[in-house]
Protein backbone atom coordinates (compact mmCIF):
# COMPACT_ATOMS: atom_id res chain seq x y z
CA UNK A 1 0.00 0.00 0.00
CA UNK A 2 1.20 3.72 -0.97
CA UNK A 3 1.45 6.13 1.60
CA UNK A 4 -0.75 8.48 -1.02
CA UNK A 5 -3.54 5.67 -1.39
CA UNK A 6 -2.89 4.84 2.91
CA UNK A 7 -3.18 8.85 3.82
CA UNK A 8 -5.80 9.22 1.32
CA UNK A 9 -8.50 6.56 2.32
CA UNK A 10 -7.81 7.97 6.35
CA UNK A 11 -9.34 11.12 5.25
CA UNK A 12 -12.15 9.49 3.02
CA UNK A 13 -12.81 7.06 5.84
CA UNK A 14 -12.96 9.77 8.49
CA UNK A 15 -15.88 10.12 10.74
CA UNK A 16 -17.15 13.30 8.49
CA UNK A 17 -14.59 13.98 5.88
CA UNK A 18 -14.83 17.82 4.46
CA UNK A 19 -14.99 19.03 1.29
CA UNK A 20 -11.17 19.92 1.96
CA UNK A 21 -10.46 15.91 3.11
CA UNK A 22 -11.87 15.27 -0.13
CA UNK A 23 -10.13 17.05 -1.99
CA UNK A 24 -6.94 16.43 -0.86
CA UNK A 25 -7.51 12.80 -0.59
CA UNK A 26 -8.41 13.05 -4.44
CA UNK A 27 -4.87 14.25 -4.95
CA UNK A 28 -3.26 11.91 -3.58
CA UNK A 29 -5.23 9.23 -5.27
CA UNK A 30 -4.35 10.80 -8.27
CA UNK A 31 -0.59 10.57 -7.40
CA UNK A 32 -0.91 6.63 -6.25
CA UNK A 33 -2.84 6.19 -9.73
CA UNK A 34 -0.04 7.63 -11.66
CA UNK A 35 2.46 5.37 -9.91
CA UNK A 36 0.60 2.01 -11.25
CA UNK A 37 -1.78 2.02 -7.48
CA UNK A 38 -4.71 0.17 -8.68
CA UNK A 39 -6.86 0.72 -5.68
CA UNK A 40 -6.44 4.12 -5.90
CA UNK A 41 -7.27 4.43 -9.54
CA UNK A 42 -10.25 2.04 -8.40
CA UNK A 43 -11.30 5.17 -5.81
CA UNK A 44 -10.82 7.48 -8.40
CA UNK A 45 -13.70 5.58 -10.59
CA UNK A 46 -15.93 5.86 -7.75
CA UNK A 47 -15.11 9.39 -6.82
CA UNK A 48 -15.84 10.70 -10.39
CA UNK A 49 -19.44 8.58 -10.09
CA UNK A 50 -20.09 10.42 -6.78
CA UNK A 51 -19.37 13.91 -8.10
CA UNK A 52 -17.42 13.73 -4.11
CA UNK A 53 -15.19 16.78 -4.36
CA UNK A 54 -15.82 17.72 -8.44
CA UNK A 55 -19.41 17.22 -10.31
CA UNK A 56 -20.07 13.73 -11.58
CA UNK A 57 -18.18 12.55 -14.61
CA UNK A 58 -19.16 8.94 -15.67
CA UNK A 59 -16.67 8.79 -18.88
CA UNK A 60 -13.96 10.08 -16.80
CA UNK A 61 -14.97 7.17 -14.19
CA UNK A 62 -14.64 4.37 -16.62
CA UNK A 63 -11.64 5.70 -17.85
CA UNK A 64 -10.13 4.98 -14.34
CA UNK A 65 -12.29 2.02 -13.63
CA UNK A 66 -10.63 0.60 -16.99
CA UNK A 67 -6.93 1.95 -15.85
CA UNK A 68 -7.02 0.09 -12.45
CA UNK A 69 -8.15 -2.94 -14.47
CA UNK A 70 -5.44 -2.52 -16.39
CA UNK A 71 -3.43 -2.41 -13.05
CA UNK A 72 -4.40 -5.37 -11.90
CA UNK A 73 -7.75 -4.59 -9.77
CA UNK A 74 -9.76 -7.97 -9.91
CA UNK A 75 -12.90 -5.53 -8.41
CA UNK A 76 -12.20 -3.25 -11.24
CA UNK A 77 -12.01 -5.66 -13.75
CA UNK A 78 -15.15 -7.85 -12.44
CA UNK A 79 -17.53 -4.34 -12.43
CA UNK A 80 -16.43 -2.82 -16.00
CA UNK A 81 -17.07 -6.50 -17.69
CA UNK A 82 -20.47 -6.39 -15.65
CA UNK A 83 -21.36 -2.97 -16.84
CA UNK A 84 -20.38 -3.87 -20.24
CA UNK A 85 -22.65 -7.34 -20.45
CA UNK A 86 -25.08 -7.77 -17.63
CA UNK A 87 -26.03 -10.80 -18.13
CA UNK A 88 -23.28 -12.91 -17.90
CA UNK A 89 -20.72 -13.33 -14.80
CA UNK A 90 -17.79 -11.41 -15.41
CA UNK A 91 -14.95 -14.03 -16.77
CA UNK A 92 -11.02 -12.28 -15.89
CA UNK A 93 -9.24 -13.11 -19.60
CA UNK A 94 -5.85 -15.42 -18.96
CA UNK A 95 -3.94 -12.62 -19.93
CA UNK A 96 -5.53 -8.94 -20.93
CA UNK A 97 -3.18 -5.80 -22.30
CA UNK A 98 -4.63 -1.86 -22.48
CA UNK A 99 -6.37 -2.45 -25.72
CA UNK A 100 -8.40 -5.16 -23.88
CA UNK A 101 -9.65 -3.08 -21.38
CA UNK A 102 -10.39 -0.13 -23.13
CA UNK A 103 -12.23 -2.18 -25.55
CA UNK A 104 -14.18 -3.59 -22.53
CA UNK A 105 -14.84 0.19 -21.37
CA UNK A 106 -15.99 1.33 -24.98
CA UNK A 107 -18.88 -1.34 -24.78
CA UNK A 108 -20.81 -0.17 -21.61
CA UNK A 109 -23.43 1.71 -22.46
CA UNK A 110 -24.33 3.24 -18.99
CA UNK A 111 -27.45 4.67 -20.29
CA UNK A 112 -29.05 1.58 -20.11
CA UNK A 113 -27.89 0.04 -17.13
CA UNK A 114 -29.42 2.73 -15.35
CA UNK A 115 -32.47 2.44 -17.36
CA UNK A 116 -35.27 0.68 -14.73
CA UNK A 117 -38.46 -1.71 -16.38
CA UNK A 118 -41.60 -0.34 -16.14
CA UNK A 119 -43.62 0.19 -12.35
CA UNK A 120 -46.89 -1.95 -11.39
CA UNK A 121 -48.57 -1.20 -8.85
CA UNK A 122 -49.77 -3.68 -5.76
CA UNK A 123 -51.34 -1.10 -3.29
CA UNK A 124 -52.22 2.77 -3.71
CA UNK A 125 -52.28 3.57 -0.34
CA UNK A 126 -49.78 2.74 1.09
CA UNK A 127 -47.83 3.26 -2.53
CA UNK A 128 -46.33 0.22 -3.47
CA UNK A 129 -44.81 -0.80 -6.80
CA UNK A 130 -42.90 -3.59 -8.05
CA UNK A 131 -40.54 -3.62 -10.83
CA UNK A 132 -39.59 -6.71 -12.72
CA UNK A 133 -36.24 -7.96 -13.28
CA UNK A 134 -34.69 -4.39 -12.24
CA UNK A 135 -31.33 -6.31 -11.96
CA UNK A 136 -29.49 -8.85 -14.06
CA UNK A 137 -29.06 -12.16 -11.95
CA UNK A 138 -25.31 -11.66 -12.77
CA UNK A 139 -25.68 -8.07 -10.47
CA UNK A 140 -27.42 -10.10 -7.84
CA UNK A 141 -25.12 -12.86 -7.37
CA UNK A 142 -22.17 -10.29 -7.84
CA UNK A 143 -23.69 -8.41 -5.11
CA UNK A 144 -24.30 -11.51 -2.94
CA UNK A 145 -20.53 -12.43 -3.39
CA UNK A 146 -19.44 -8.53 -2.31
CA UNK A 147 -21.61 -8.76 0.96
CA UNK A 148 -21.10 -12.86 1.89
CA UNK A 149 -17.57 -12.41 3.60
CA UNK A 150 -18.57 -9.19 5.26
CA UNK A 151 -21.49 -9.47 7.14
CA UNK A 152 -22.06 -7.89 10.78
CA UNK A 153 -25.35 -8.45 12.80
CA UNK A 154 -28.09 -6.04 11.71
CA UNK A 155 -28.93 -2.83 13.56
CA UNK A 156 -32.40 -0.69 14.12
CA UNK A 157 -32.79 2.92 15.73
CA UNK A 158 -32.69 2.58 19.36
CA UNK A 159 -36.38 4.33 20.17
CA UNK A 160 -35.50 5.73 23.68
CA UNK A 161 -31.70 7.13 22.24
CA UNK A 162 -32.16 7.14 18.21
CA UNK A 163 -28.55 5.46 18.37
CA UNK A 164 -28.00 2.27 16.15
CA UNK A 165 -28.48 -0.91 18.31
CA UNK A 166 -28.99 -4.42 18.17
CA UNK A 167 -32.40 -5.45 18.66
CA UNK A 168 -34.24 -9.16 19.09
CA UNK A 169 -36.77 -7.84 16.95
CA UNK A 170 -33.78 -8.08 13.54
CA UNK A 171 -31.65 -10.85 13.87
CA UNK A 172 -30.48 -11.14 10.32
CA UNK A 173 -27.17 -9.48 9.13
CA UNK A 174 -26.30 -6.96 6.89
CA UNK A 175 -23.56 -5.31 5.12
CA UNK A 176 -23.63 -1.69 4.83
CA UNK A 177 -22.40 0.30 1.94
CA UNK A 178 -20.13 3.35 3.08
CA UNK A 179 -17.67 4.79 1.09
CA UNK A 180 -15.02 2.47 2.18
CA UNK A 181 -17.14 -0.70 0.86
CA UNK A 182 -19.00 1.23 -2.79
CA UNK A 183 -18.35 1.02 -6.34
CA UNK A 184 -18.90 2.05 -9.72
CA UNK A 185 -21.25 -0.92 -10.20
CA UNK A 186 -23.32 -0.07 -6.85
CA UNK A 187 -23.42 3.62 -8.03
CA UNK A 188 -24.87 2.82 -11.15
CA UNK A 189 -27.47 0.70 -9.26
CA UNK A 190 -28.30 3.56 -7.17
CA UNK A 191 -28.63 5.55 -9.74
CA UNK A 192 -31.12 3.32 -11.66
CA UNK A 193 -32.47 3.15 -8.20
CA UNK A 194 -33.02 6.77 -8.54
CA UNK A 195 -34.30 6.70 -12.22
CA UNK A 196 -37.28 4.55 -11.16
CA UNK A 197 -38.27 6.39 -7.79
CA UNK A 198 -37.54 10.03 -9.08
CA UNK A 199 -35.64 10.76 -6.14
CA UNK A 200 -32.03 11.65 -6.57
CA UNK A 201 -28.96 10.02 -5.46
CA UNK A 202 -28.10 12.36 -2.70
CA UNK A 203 -30.87 11.65 -0.46
CA UNK A 204 -30.23 7.82 -0.41
CA UNK A 205 -28.43 6.78 2.78
CA UNK A 206 -25.44 4.40 2.80
CA UNK A 207 -27.26 1.18 1.00
CA UNK A 208 -27.11 -2.37 2.72
CA UNK A 209 -27.05 -5.64 1.92
CA UNK A 210 -29.59 -7.54 3.83
CA UNK A 211 -28.88 -11.52 4.62
CA UNK A 212 -31.03 -13.92 6.39
CA UNK A 213 -30.31 -17.39 7.00
CA UNK A 214 -33.19 -20.02 7.37
CA UNK A 215 -35.57 -18.92 10.35
CA UNK A 216 -34.16 -15.31 10.55
CA UNK A 217 -36.48 -12.16 10.32
CA UNK A 218 -37.39 -8.39 10.74
CA UNK A 219 -40.38 -7.93 12.77
CA UNK A 220 -43.02 -5.64 12.21
CA UNK A 221 -41.72 -2.00 11.76
CA UNK A 222 -42.44 1.08 10.14
CA UNK A 223 -39.12 2.65 7.93
CA UNK A 224 -40.19 5.93 8.91
CA UNK A 225 -39.18 7.83 11.79
CA UNK A 226 -41.40 8.75 14.39
CA UNK A 227 -41.63 12.81 14.54
CA UNK A 228 -43.44 12.53 17.85
CA UNK A 229 -40.17 11.02 19.26
CA UNK A 230 -37.81 13.26 21.03
CA UNK A 231 -34.75 10.32 20.14
CA UNK A 232 -35.54 11.33 16.55
CA UNK A 233 -35.37 15.06 16.54
CA UNK A 234 -31.20 15.40 15.36
CA UNK A 235 -31.68 12.85 12.80
CA UNK A 236 -34.98 14.17 11.44
CA UNK A 237 -33.70 17.82 11.56
CA UNK A 238 -30.09 17.04 9.72
CA UNK A 239 -31.53 14.43 7.25
CA UNK A 240 -35.38 14.60 7.15
CA UNK A 241 -37.90 11.71 7.00
CA UNK A 242 -36.94 8.69 5.69
CA UNK A 243 -39.86 8.71 2.90
CA UNK A 244 -39.33 5.59 0.81
CA UNK A 245 -37.96 1.94 1.15
CA UNK A 246 -36.28 0.30 -2.24
CA UNK A 247 -35.27 -3.32 -1.80
CA UNK A 248 -34.22 -5.50 -4.76
CA UNK A 249 -34.41 -9.12 -3.62
CA UNK A 250 -31.14 -11.16 -5.18
CA UNK A 251 -31.95 -14.82 -4.97
CA UNK A 252 -35.27 -17.07 -5.20
CA UNK A 253 -33.34 -20.07 -3.71
CA UNK A 254 -35.36 -20.18 -0.25
CA UNK A 255 -38.86 -21.14 0.76
CA UNK A 256 -41.31 -18.59 2.97
CA UNK A 257 -39.22 -14.93 3.35
CA UNK A 258 -42.28 -12.73 2.03
CA UNK A 259 -42.30 -8.99 2.42
CA UNK A 260 -45.23 -8.81 4.35
CA UNK A 261 -47.58 -5.91 5.26
CA UNK A 262 -50.44 -6.95 7.32
CA UNK A 263 -52.59 -3.78 7.36
CA UNK A 264 -53.36 -4.54 3.70
CA UNK A 265 -53.11 -7.94 3.89
CA UNK A 266 -50.30 -8.42 1.55
CA UNK A 267 -47.37 -10.84 1.51
CA UNK A 268 -44.96 -10.11 -1.55
CA UNK A 269 -42.63 -13.00 -2.79
CA UNK A 270 -40.18 -11.85 -5.22
CA UNK A 271 -37.90 -13.86 -7.88
CA UNK A 272 -34.24 -12.96 -8.41
CA UNK A 273 -33.95 -9.30 -9.19
CA UNK A 274 -37.23 -8.18 -8.57
CA UNK A 275 -37.47 -4.87 -6.66
CA UNK A 276 -40.08 -3.83 -4.49
CA UNK A 277 -40.55 -0.06 -4.06
CA UNK A 278 -42.74 2.12 -1.24
CA UNK A 279 -43.39 5.50 0.02
CA UNK A 280 -43.09 5.30 3.89
CA UNK A 281 -45.31 8.84 3.83
CA UNK A 282 -48.44 9.81 2.34
CA UNK A 283 -48.99 11.98 -0.42
CA UNK A 284 -48.92 15.28 2.11
CA UNK A 285 -45.71 14.19 3.36
CA UNK A 286 -46.75 12.31 7.25
CA UNK A 287 -45.85 9.29 8.48
CA UNK A 288 -48.42 6.32 7.22
CA UNK A 289 -49.08 3.99 9.26
CA UNK A 290 -50.60 1.35 6.85
CA UNK A 291 -46.62 0.71 5.77
CA UNK A 292 -46.19 -1.56 9.04
CA UNK A 293 -43.82 -4.49 7.38
CA UNK A 294 -42.31 -7.41 8.16
CA UNK A 295 -39.51 -9.40 6.85
CA UNK A 296 -40.54 -12.86 7.44
CA UNK A 297 -38.18 -15.58 7.92
CA UNK A 298 -37.05 -17.80 5.21
CA UNK A 299 -38.19 -21.56 5.95
CA UNK A 300 -35.43 -23.09 3.98
CA UNK A 301 -32.43 -21.83 2.40
CA UNK A 302 -30.71 -17.97 2.36
CA UNK A 303 -32.40 -14.98 1.35
CA UNK A 304 -30.40 -11.91 0.14
CA UNK A 305 -31.69 -8.20 -0.32
CA UNK A 306 -30.31 -5.12 -1.75
CA UNK A 307 -31.92 -2.50 0.50
CA UNK A 308 -32.14 1.79 -0.25
CA UNK A 309 -33.50 4.11 2.00
CA UNK A 310 -34.39 7.75 1.15
CA UNK A 311 -34.89 10.52 2.96
CA UNK A 312 -36.68 13.66 2.07
CA UNK A 313 -34.14 16.54 2.39
CA UNK A 314 -30.16 16.78 1.60
CA UNK A 315 -27.95 17.10 4.39
CA UNK A 316 -28.16 19.85 6.60
CA UNK A 317 -30.97 21.28 4.19
Same mark, same amino acid.
Given at each position: ??????????????????????????????????????????????????????????????????????????????????????????????????????????????????????? /????????????????????????????????????????????????????????????????????????????????????????????????????????????????????????????????????????????????????????????????????????????????????????? /?????????????
Amino acid at each position: MSDEFATAMGLLLGERPSLEDVQQAAQLLEAASRQGHAEASERLALLDALGSARPPDWGRSLDFLALAAEQGSPSAAEQLLLLADNQRDPVMPHQADTGFWKSVRERVALESRMTPGEK /VSLSDSPRIRVIKRFASAAECRWMIALARPRLAPATVFDKATGEATHNASRDNSFFPLRLGEMSVLTEVIRNRISAATGLPVPLFEPSQVLHYASGQRFKLHHDFLDPRNPAYRETLAQFGQRIATFLIYLNAGYSGGETSFPAISLHYRADEGDALFFANVTQDGAPDPKTLHAGLPPQSGEKW /VFSQWIRDRFPGQ
